[in-house]
């Protein structure tokens, strides 16, 4: 089992910058695949990007803009935020992958209780 916590949301202006975090525990933190996803109020989950061993892969939506990047001695893994707009306002989770494709919430087993990012203009 794998239980995964986020932190870093906050208020953020547009165009600014955030780093959020997901650590892990319960598990082989290095073996783990790792998806950030986002929930707008009304809006499904977003897919957002995923990382592997070393290979990452994003949405086209946030790609140039969002980076996710690992530090396994922390057991954490990170999204940084740029460039921040109004619509990036969402709750965001991190998740354990599964199987199958990494852009499906469904293909993730283990979820955080997501962290809280409100833009303002």
């Known amino acids: 089992q794998v239980q995964l916590v986020e932190s870093g949301g906050g208020l953020v202006q547009a165009g600014g910058s955030l780093r959020l975090a997901c650590a892990a525990s319960g598990s082989t933190f290095s073996r783990l695949t790792v998806g950030w996803f986002r929930q707008a109020p009304g809006k499904e989950r977003e897919f957002l990007a995923v990382i592997l061993l070393t290979d990452t892969y994003y949405a086209d939506s946030v790609k140039g803009r969002f980076t996710i990047s690992r530090d396994n001695a922390k057991n954490t893994v990170y999204l940084q935020l740029n460039s921040i707009k109004s619509e990036d306002t969402a709750v965001y989770y991190c998740?354990?992958?599964?199987?199958?494709?990494?852009?499906?919430?469904?293909?993730?087993?283990?979820w955080g209780q997501g962290t809280q990012v409100t833009v303002s203009s």
């Open positions: 998740a354990s992958h599964r199987l199958g494709i990494y852009s499906v919430a469904g293909n993730y087993d283990y």
